[in-house]
């Protein structure tokens, strides 16, 4: 099961950013403390690590690299915090996200962001496993790996950042195959020659830490070392170069490492042995590296180890991540044929990641009959309820979807995946009131959205209840975080036009201009070419020419979603 494959540019991407940032290590047995008083931070300050961070991550929604779903941002963030909570650092800025490429790998990039590829979290065999991964590459934030890089190579890391800008500009411009690989070429041998001189050390001293992270937060110490294991018997098996993974390309492997690895977890799981009962966690020492939480007394009761419902959680997820990264039409045959002649195979989390690829090939009342035996199985599951509601709404059983949106909406109130499903639900042929209902439903979640789609939808809401300004606001975010900047500021400017504004929309809008330029100006200065700057100048499709995933207005916008109506003017009230 692998996605078809528009462009280069992802994977290209991805390996590229794997290359040059995730500095990835290797085996010598000298561990480094946490901090050292690095002058690291000197070359990139903590805040501009952030602000590099999310610049990456827009750029990649901008090439459709990203899985933006709720359900799975949600839990795949849950995850992580769970184990940045019992690592070294737990105080700073830290976001997960799944890429959309089959290949098995991970990543993580400056001001803590952590990608975890599509592929990968489809080959694991449970949640341990994905966690170990994960903690792995916490381990190479918290010990400042990605710093030090920066700081080990200080002639070098504009070299980086140019080749990473110009991959990203080759693939976003709609060039052909071999752009990407002509921008790489001049760059990338002296960029893998780099990442080889500190592999071995970073490398084991992230395993190191990972392992007792995954400890901590209760989880099997040896999923690491037994993953990756795995991942170097398949290598062996293929013993072919093109059937190595990834994740052993960029992070590799030898007997020693895995050793060393199993004879740390092997001492973890001996230690705990002798804790006493009860909870491991210090209050006092959580005090003294956790920022204060209101209202918690028991700090200790914050984070229990993972029960098998978690693990039935996981299950799911890794098929929703399954069906959404790849091809629907193929997975509803793999599914179904399985499902008949394999052993084994009929579970509920393969039922659950087939009704999920019906719906996405349009077979939603097939879909509604996949979910209900589970739910009679499983009566309280949200995910399992909100898979039906959505299933009902494609069969076009609208009004019982409404009726379970709303159940699930008091059950949970702003949780984003039934917020944003129950939102899209009123909207598409809804009144003006439901259309109101469906803005009111995503206004609180904007405070801390970054997610293009929450913004679109609400864009879409608010106009069909009548309020275009808020509505062309929110388009110019969708734009912003869809990767296209210029897109955003031209939105903007053109709504601050209207002579209907009034004095607090006004400063809103005149806010945010002031915010992104900055940011379109230092493209513009640098040349940077994207899908909406294409030769460095501000440029816009018409909205009545309007065409693509990334195109946002009232009649077009991402993922083929089309309201059918008219297209959106922001100068018009």
Same mark, same amino acid.
């Given at each position: 099961m692998t996605m078809t494959p528009r462009r280069p540019a992802p994977r290209l991407l991805t390996a590229l950013i794997c290359t040059a940032l995730a500095c990835t290590a290797g085996a010598q047995q000298d561990v480094r403390l946490p901090d050292l008083g690095s002058s690291a931070n000197a070359l990139i300050s903590p805040q501009e690590a952030q602000d590099y961070g999310a610049s990456m991550l827009r750029q990649m929604r901008a090439l459709d690299m990203v899985v933006d779903d709720p359900l799975l941002d949600d839990y795949i963030n849950d995850l992580g915090f769970r184990l940045v909570a019992h690592c070294d650092k737990p105080k700073d800025h830290y976001a997960f996200f799944i890429v959309k490429d089959p290949e098995i790998n991970a990543f993580a990039a400056p001001g803590g962001y952590i990608a975890v590829n599509s592929g990968l979290i489809t080959i694991t065999r449970d949640e341990s496993e994905l966690a170990g991964v994960i903690a792995h590459e916490i381990g190479h934030i918290t010990q400042n790996h990605l710093q030090r890089a920066f700081e080990d190579s200080k002639k070098d890391a504009p070299l980086?950042?140019?080749?990473?800008?110009?991959?990203?500009?080759?693939?976003?411009?709609?060039?052909?195959?071999?752009?990407?690989?002509?921008?790489?070429?001049?760059?990338?041998?002296?960029?893998?020659?780099?990442?080889? *001189?500190?592999?071995?050390?970073?490398?084991?001293?992230?395993?190191?830490?990972?392992?007792?992270?995954?400890?901590?937060a209760g989880f099997d110490p040896n999923a690491m070392a037994n993953f990756f294991e795995r991942m170097e018997d398949a290598m062996s098996a293929g013993a072919g170069g093109e059937d190595v993974p990834a994740l052993l390309q960029s992070h590799p492997v030898t007997t020693m490492r895995i050793s060393d690895a199993k004879a740390r977890a092997g001492a973890l799981i001996a230690a705990q042995k002798l804790r006493p009962a009860g909870s491991a966690m210090d209050k006092l020492q959580w005090e003294k590296s956790t920022a204060p939480m209101m209202f918690v007394k028991d700090p200790s009761a914050l984070m229990p180890a993972p029960k098998n419902g978690g693990l039935a959680t996981y299950a799911l997820m890794?098929?929703?991540?399954?069906?959404?990264?790849?091809?629907?039409?193929?997975?509803?045959?793999?599914?179904?044929?399985?499902?008949?002649?394999?052993?084994?195979?009929?579970?509920?989390? *393969?039922?659950?990641?087939?009704?999920?690829?019906?719906?996405?090939?349009?077979?939603? %009342?097939?879909?509604?009959?996949?979910?209900?035996?589970?739910?009679?199985?499983?009566?309280?599951?949200?995910?399992?309820?909100?898979?039906?509601?959505?299933?009902?709404?494609?069969?076009?059983?609208?009004?019982?979807?409404?009726?379970?949106?709303?159940?699930? *909406?008091?059950?949970?109130?702003? *949780?984003?995946?039934?917020?944003?499903?129950?939102?899209?639900?009123?909207?598409?042929?809804?009144?003006?009131?439901?259309?109101?209902?469906? %803005?009111?439903?995503?206004?609180?979640?904007?405070?801390?959205?970054?997610?293009?789609?929450?913004?679109?939808t609400y864009a879409r809401a608010s106009d069909k209840a009548g309020d275009s300004v808020r509505a062309g606001e929110a388009?110019?975010?969708?734009?912003?975080?869809?990767?296209?900047?210029?897109?955003?500021?031209?939105?903007?400017?053109?709504?601050?036009?209207?002579?209907?504004?009034?004095?607090?929309?006004?400063?809103?809008?005149? %806010?945010?201009?002031?915010?992104?330029?900055?940011?379109?100006?230092?493209?513009?200065?640098?040349?940077?070419?994207?899908?909406?700057?294409?030769?460095?100048?501000?440029?816009?499709?018409?909205?009545?020419?309007?065409?693509?995933?990334?195109?946002?207005g009232i009649g077009a916008g991402p993922a083929g979603m089309d309201s059918g109506a008219a297209p959106f003017d922001a100068t018009q009230p």
């Open positions: 980086m950042a140019l080749v990473l800008l110009g991959a990203i500009a080759a693939g976003a411009g709609g060039h052909s195959g071999d752009a990407p690989m002509a921008v790489l070429a001049g760059g990338q041998g002296l960029i893998a020659q780099k990442s080889i *001189n500190f592999t071995r050390k970073d490398e084991v001293e992230a395993d190191r830490v990972g392992i007792q992270t995954l400890a901590n890794r098929e929703r991540v399954r069906v959404l990264a790849g091809d629907a039409p193929k997975l509803t045959i793999y599914y179904g044929s399985s499902l008949q002649h394999q052993r084994g195979f009929d579970t509920p989390a *393969n039922r659950y990641g087939y009704a999920l690829a019906l719906m996405r090939s349009g077979r939603g %009342a097939q879909a509604i009959d996949q979910l209900q035996p589970l739910l009679q199985s499983a009566p309280d599951s949200l995910i399992l309820k909100l898979a039906l509601a959505d299933a009902r709404l494609q069969a076009g059983q609208r009004a019982a979807a409404l009726a379970l949106y709303n159940a699930l *909406n008091t059950q949970s109130p702003r *949780n984003r995946a039934v917020a944003l499903a129950y939102a899209k639900a009123l909207t598409v042929e809804g009144d003006k009131g439901q259309a109101r209902l469906a %803005a009111d439903l995503l206004r609180p979640l904007l405070d801390n959205a970054s997610e293009p789609e929450i913004y679109s388009f110019a975010d969708a734009s912003y975080y869809s990767g296209r900047p210029f897109d955003a500021m031209e939105q903007l400017k053109r709504l601050l036009k209207r002579d209907d504004l009034d004095y607090y929309a006004r400063v809103r809008i005149q %806010a945010r201009i002031a915010e992104l330029t900055p940011l379109v100006l230092e493209l513009r200065k640098r040349k940077i070419q994207t899908e909406d700057n294409p030769d460095g100048k501000q440029q816009l499709q018409p909205r009545n020419d309007c065409s693509g995933r990334l195109c946002f």
